[in-house]
């Protein structure tokens, strides 16, 4: 099943990622309300990562349970253990060591040099099995049902390691992959796949400014999938893409949700 996107414009970066942090706490409460656990997937790049720091600062943050909140990743740059520019790392510092999470329901991937080696594969296979062994009977499959899984868009539309026309794009078996020869650096990553990704309840995908803008516009005018990755990026009760005015630039009219 697929879920039509809506789209939701906000004035600036800082409006997007500030008002983003709040739909997130509130979503993640409303989780915890009806089932007593929460899930989110995170994201890199600096969207994603601007979004946690606004979470971290935000005065309702409490509100989440930490302790009753299962965290995962989008994708992983697949490098050493505490590297700075491992998404993992990058989160821990935005919010992650600031919030008290029970560590056995963070659920890093595994860096280069970790327990499958220099072997991206290997991390990927090790990742579905996490995935699958957390799934439960109701969730139809060996992915949990993520409550938000959030993704940054690339300029060339690429969601977490699914790059344009690559492997990892075309998958429809597994449920994590490596992914080699990305083009943005570093080149050797992990990733889910799509399918994976349509296991979320809802699905938000961020972007701000005009570099944004033909992607944007591309991934929901039509595109295929395996050209524009973050087309085949759909929740199962919900897809938001949520946006600046300058990402949103290039949309045609009637893409945008109704003013509140
Ligand atoms: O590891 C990564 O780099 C990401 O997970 C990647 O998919 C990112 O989210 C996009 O490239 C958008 O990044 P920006 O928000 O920095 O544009």
Redesign the pocket.
């Known amino acids: 099943m697929t879920t039509t996107p809506q789209v939701v414009v906000h004035r600036t970066k800082d409006e997007m990622v500030r008002a983003t942090a709040a739909r997130l706490v509130t979503t993640l409460v409303a989780a915890q309300t009806d089932r007593g656990t929460a899930s989110v997937v995170l ?8 979004l946690l720091h606004a979470v971290a600062a935000s005065p309702a943050r409490d509100a989440v349970d930490w302790a009753r909140l299962d965290v995962w990743w ?4 697949f490098l050493p253990a505490g590297d700075p520019e491992r ?1 993992e790392t990058q989160a821990r510092a935005a919010l992650l060591d600031a919030v008290p999470l029970d560590p056995a329901r963070v659920h890093p991937m595994e860096p280069s040099g970790g327990a499958f080696g220099d072997d991206a594969d290997a991390a990927a296979a090790g990742y579905a099995a996490e995935l699958d062994a957390a799934s439960r009977p109701e969730d139809h499959g060996p992915v949990p049902s993520f409550d938000v899984l959030l ?5 060339d539309t ?5 790059f344009p026309e690559l492997p990892g794009v075309r998958e429809t078996g597994r449920t994590v992959v490596g992914v080699h020869g990305a083009p ?1 650096p570093p080149p050797t ?1 992990v990733s889910l796949t799509l399918p994976a990704i349509r296991a979320a309840r809802e699905v938000w995908l ?4 005009e ?2 803008a033909r992607a944007v516009a591309v991934a929901l005018t039509g595109a295929g999938e395996v050209q524009a990755p973050a087309a085949g990026a759909y929740g199962r009760s919900r897809t938001l893409w949520l946006l600046d005015e300058a990402a949103a630039a290039r949309l045609p009219e009637g893409f945008r949700a109704p003013p509140a």
């Open positions: 994201t890199g790049g600096r969207n994603g990562i601007a989008g994708d992983e740059r998404n993704l940054g868009v690339g300029p690429h969601v977490a390691s699914l943005k990553r961020l972007a701000a400014g570099d944004k």
